[in-house]
C-alpha cells in the first residue's frame, strides 16, 4: 500500500507540473502571424508537415532560433521575418503554424 500511495503522489506531482508548464507555455507563446511589426521572437516548435516542415527547417526555422518580424505587406499578407540572417516572406498560412515567445524589439 506504502508503494502505491508513492507512486500516486509521483503521478500527481508530474502532472501538476505538466499543468504548469502548459499554462505557462499558452500564456507567452504565440503564433508568428500574430506577432506585431519589430517585435522578436524565439522560435518554441511548429505545426507544420511534410515537405513544408523540411523547407522551413532547412531555412533556419528551428526551435531556439530568433526571428524578427520586419514588414508586412500592404494588404497583411505575406510578412517578411528575418532568421538566420535571412529575409524570409511567408504567408499567414504558413506563420500561424510557426509558434514561438517574444523575447524583444519595439512591437508597433
Known amino acids: 500500500m506504502v508503494a ?24 507567452t ?7 506585431a ?4 521572437l524565439e522560435i518554441s516548435g511548429m505545426s507544420v508537415q511534410g515537405v513544408m516542415r523540411r ?3 532547412d531555412l533556419g526555422f528551428v526551435p531556439g532560433n530568433t526571428v524578427e518580424v520586419l514588414r508586412r505587406s500592404p494588404l497583411g499578407d505575406p510578412t517578411a ?5 535571412t529575409t524570409i516572406a511567408l504567408r ?8 514561438g515567445k517574444q523575447i524583444g524589439g519595439n512591437a508597433e
Do not use: H, W
Open 4 to 27: 502505491y500511495t508513492n507512486i500516486m503522489e509521483q503521478l500527481n506531482s508530474r502532472v501538476y507540473r505538466l499543468e504548469e508548464r502548459m499554462i505557462v507555455m499558452t500564456a
Open 55 to 57: 523547407r522551413l527547417l
Open 92 to 99: 499567414s498560412e504558413e506563420s500561424s503554424l510557426i509558434f
Open 81 to 85: 521575418f528575418r532568421v538566420s540572417n
Open 37 to 40: 511589426k519589430g517585435s522578436v
Open 29 to 35: 507563446v504565440i503564433p508568428l502571424s500574430e506577432a
